[in-house]
């Protein structure tokens, strides 16, 4: 087993590693087989004349390489993705063969090309299949993470191929290699199977609105509809053409060097083999990492940059009139510097660009990029260098001017690039459908029973404005209320942005909060962000949902990116409670504040970063999609701080709270003694946490005598649940300390009458008792108990006694019912079609449709059963959209399960 310190520090989480040591295995397999082809056909080309057969090398089988590629995105198009991948090892294999033939039957110039482009026929055939496969298997987030790890499978093969390069120059021993390189590819192709065995691997085309900036349609038969997908396939034949440039002037300096066919072999073999150890080093262990902490963008530009600056390098030497030996370091230097960077650094990014793409898409710019542009570029060079050939005088400074050119372009083709990649991420995350501007004004409300109390037409003066607040508190009039508040518009404005620093009617807040946000003025702006900025979390989440209507402003940024710190500490602080506890229910209440947190991040990077993104990337990490997740993950990556992005994802990632609370720490120190989470929770009560996190952490509170104020507006709380716990706090300090209670009770003279009217409420059933009911039951069962709270005030207790009928047949239905003792029996007629007791519930249709009742329902015995009326359950799903989400969830459910028992066939 690989130790769990050795998975972390590659980035591999512990159910990734099966599969990404099974496509480290594949790839280190088909880097054994590819570099024993290399070194056999290398061994045949420098023996005579390296400067004439090289360049013709390139140029015969780069024409080889355009025909492949086209034959395989034929096939691509053609044949499912598993069976291709098999076909193309199975080529591999053949190809091999092939080539074994030739070494052993052939010794001429004709038979070294046709090796070396059969070398990069396999070269290609083999890494389309592996990144085909991979690109399906990995997501965006996971190729940033792993895809250097799986690819630098084949650089311990490519160094040891290098090796043998050393100790083997002899045609006899040739066929050793290839023997070698087809028991690889043999390997290769049994891990295929154990890959394609253990994992789907299906290219689905998934549906995506037209992107609003595509290729040109005359060049899309060619680079597909993306813009990324032409600029980095263009970089991708600059980069090979200069690859190719540098790769030939090493080989041509080392034989210029070194006459001896043997002290050849050697040298290249030594170089060769450090620069595949080099590569491997970086990749496992720098590559990640790198482009975690750079972003894609630098790591990009880092090939270009320095390949750039070697090319330089070369100008200074000439001037110099440097030496045969230095030039020949100088060039070993520059090959290995190029051959680490493209492989450990660009490769990578390269393949998590295409990503974004659909899985058809980002496979055909694979198939475009490495079928034919990287060939062509290899073509262009050579065919340079075959036309150079007879004149050496000036073919080195007229090639390095060429790669310099070329590489100018890549490096400003790549910077291009990365705002491409910023724009596929965006349309992988983007609405299939667009809906218009409408789609965020204010909703017309419907007309409501009780309209007539307000008259149609109103002055707008304060008194009206008032009165309107006023007529908000009633469901009878709220709908018209909110109407004419909407239509006085800015006349409006000043009354309720009173209202927002006066009130104390946490709902009236929110929807005065509500409108300010849909009314057209610019002096509600400020008001908002003044309440997204107070202590109160619920007013700041109203804040924040009210801004999502305007765009962001420059000069507030600094308020916001306050603020957003604020919610980082408080993620720290309650992940580290996360951690402390194991006591579940107070677990689950931490868990749903992290959730609320996570959604005023999002509210606030609305306000700072371009919102149609932010919006995008919001809805696409709650999507249930892997990919879409990934994807909205990535757009956070490279617009957002770092700090900031990485304290986002770890909240949003499936990881262990230890790691967490590690990343937080190590984000924004240890340095502030944070509090123990339950006396923070006392502490700050229901302006920052769900009443039902109050209650869970009262629960858990052991207060000591200077504590006991913490306990005053808890005991004075709006929330019966929150009341209920208090009372029990003090109800435990009166059993365990009594002393301490009674000087508790003699400092606050109030607090007998506070509890002798507690003691008066009529409730039968607590409220937390009413929580675990709603918990219990079937249509509530997924719903979070913080949740549930909300919907504990509307809970009517009714009673029926044996007997008697609940509601008849035909009778409108406006109310769900959920017995607590009894049973309650439904009958069409005298036809009792199901009997419901404890934790079941019936009527819920009645909750979002008030049609005329469909069966009857009738007390079996006394009966105790709560009653949520369709009135006040529309209140509570304005305010907590997650219990209409559940109960339709579980509707659906209902409905496809009798759509099953209606479709079983009978017999």
Request: aromatic share 8%; glycine share 6%; net charge neutral.
């Amino acid at each position: 087993m690989i130790p769990t310190t050795w998975y972390r520090s590659l980035g591999i989480r512990a159910e990734e590693g099966r599969t990404v040591w099974l496509f480290f295995l594949h790839n280190f397999l088909l880097g054994i087989g590819t570099i024993l082809v290399y070194v056999s056909a290398n061994v045949i080309l420098l023996e005579n004349n390296p400067e004439r057969n090289l360049p013709l090398a390139y140029g015969v089988a780069a024409l080889a390489l355009l025909v492949v590629g086209k034959v395989y995105t034929h096939f691509e198009h053609h044949l499912l993705l598993q069976k291709l991948a098999v076909r193309v090892l199975l080529t591999v294999v053949a190809l091999t063969g092939v080539l074994g033939v030739l070494v052993l039957v052939g010794h001429s110039v004709a038979a070294a090309v046709a090796i070396m482009t059969g070398y990069r026929i396999i070269y290609l055939l083999a890494n389309l299949e592996f990144w085909g496969i991979s690109a399906v298997v990995f997501d965006v987030r996971q190729g940033k993470r792993l895809f250097s790890v799986i690819s630098s499978g084949d650089m311990p093969a490519k160094a040891l191929g290098a090796v043998l390069a050393i100790l083997i120059h002899a045609h006899t021993d040739l066929l050793y290699l290839l023997l070698t390189a087809f028991g690889a590819y043999l390997g290769a192709l049994y891990t295929l199977r154990a890959t394609l065995d253990s994992h789907v691997v299906e290219a689905r085309a998934t549906p995506r609105r037209e992107r609003e900036q595509a290729v040109a349609p005359g060049l899309q038969q060619w680079f597909g509809s993306s813009r990324m997908v032409l600029a980095v396939c263009l970089s991708m034949t600059a980069i090979a053409a200069v690859t190719t440039g540098v790769e030939y002037s090493f080989f041509v300096n080392v034989k210029h060097k070194f006459h001896d066919q043997a002290t050849v072999m050697r040298y290249v073999g030594s170089v060769l083999a450090v620069t595949y150890l080099a590569a491997m080093v970086f990749k496992l262990l720098l590559s990640g990492q790198a482009l975690e902490r750079l972003g894609v963008r630098w790591m990009l530009l880092a090939l270009p940059v320095v390949v750039l600056t070697g090319l330089g390098v070369f100008g200074s030497l000439e001037l110099a009139g440097a030496g045969e030996g230095t030039l020949l370091l100088y060039f070993c230097g520059l090959y290995l510097l190029l051959e680490v960077l493209r492989r450990a650094v660009f490769d990578p990014v390269f393949l998590v660009l295409f990503q974004p793409l659909s899985a058809p898409e980002r496979l055909q710019a694979h198939t475009l990029a490495k079928g034919f542009y990287e060939p062509l570029g290899m073509g262009l060079t050579g065919l340079l260098l075959f036309g150079l050939h007879a004149l050496p005088e000036v073919s080195q400074a007229v090639l390095f001017g060429w790669m310099a050119l070329l590489m100018a372009g890549a490096l400003l083709l790549l910077h291009r690039t990365y705002g491409h990649y910023l724009t596929e991420l965006q349309h992988a995350l983007s609405r299939r459908f667009s809906f218009g501007e409408e789609a965020g004004a204010a909703p017309e409300p419907a007309a409501a029973d009780g309209e007539e109390l307000i008259p149609e037409a109103l002055e707008a003066n304060p008194e009206t404005v008032r009165a309107l607040l006023a007529a908000l508190a009633d469901k009878a009039t709220r709908a018209r209320a909110t109407t004419h508040l909407t239509r006085l518009g800015a006349a409006a404005g000043p009354v309720l942005r009173e209202t927002l620093t006066t009130s104390t009617d946490e709902a009236l807040i929110r929807r005065v909060a509500q409108l300010l946000g849909h009314l057209p003025s610019a002096e509600n702006r400020p008001a908002l962000v003044a309440l997204a900025r107070q202590g109160n979390l619920f007013r700041r989440e109203a804040a924040l949902r009210a801004l999502r209507n305007s765009a962001p402003v420059p000069a507030d940024a600094p308020q916001f990116q306050r603020l957003v710190q604020q919610e980082m500490r408080l993620a720290q602080h309650l992940l580290h409670g996360l951690a402390a506890t194991t006591y579940e229910p107070l677990r689950r209440a931490l868990n749903y504040e992290l959730t609320r947190l996570e959604q005023r991040i999002f509210g606030l990077l609305l306000q700072l970063y371009p919102p149609q993104i932010i919006a995008d990337a919001q809805r696409g990490v709650a999507h249930a999609a892997r990919e879409r997740q990934a994807n909205a993950l990535e757009i956070l990556d490279n617009i957002i701080p770092r700090s900031v992005y990485q304290g986002l994802q770890a909240l949003l990632d499936l990881m262990p709270v230890a790691e967490k609370v590690a990343t937080f720490d190590s984000l924004f120190g240890t340095a502030i003694r944070l509090a123990p989470i339950v006396p923070s929770i006392v502490g700050r009560g229901e302006e920052a946490f769900s009443d039902w996190t109050v209650s869970v952490a009262l629960g858990q509170w052991q207060p000591t005598a200077a504590d006991l104020t913490d306990l005053l507006p808890h005991l004075r709380s709006r929330s019966l649940l929150v009341r209920e716990s208090a009372r029990l706090v003090l109800q435990r300090l009166a059993d365990q300390q009594p002393a301490a209670y009674h000087e508790f009770l003699a400092a606050h003279p109030t607090l007998s009458d506070l509890l002798m009217s507690h003691s008066a409420e009529t409730s039968h059933i607590s409220a937390a008792e009413r929580v675990s009911v709603l918990k219990n039951t079937p249509l509530f069962a997924e719903t979070p108990e913080n949740v549930l709270s909300s919907i504990v005030p509307i809970m009517k207790e009714v009673s029926f006694h044996a007997g008697q009928q609940i509601f008849a047949k035909g009778d409108l239905g406006t109310s769900l019912f959920i017995p607590y003792e009894g049973e309650v029996g439904i009958f069409n007629g005298a036809l009792q079609l199901a009997t419901f007791r404890k934790g079941d519930f019936f009527g819920e249709l009645a909750l979002l449709d008030a049609e005329p009742r469909s069966a009857s329902a009738v007390a079996q015995g006394p009966v105790l059963a709560f009653r949520l009326d369709q009135e006040d359950f529309y209140d509570v799903m304005e305010e907590r959209g997650e219990v209409l989400r559940n109960i339709l969830r579980v509707l659906c459910q209902r409905l496809r399960r009798q759509n099953e028992q209606v479709s079983q066939p009978i017999g």
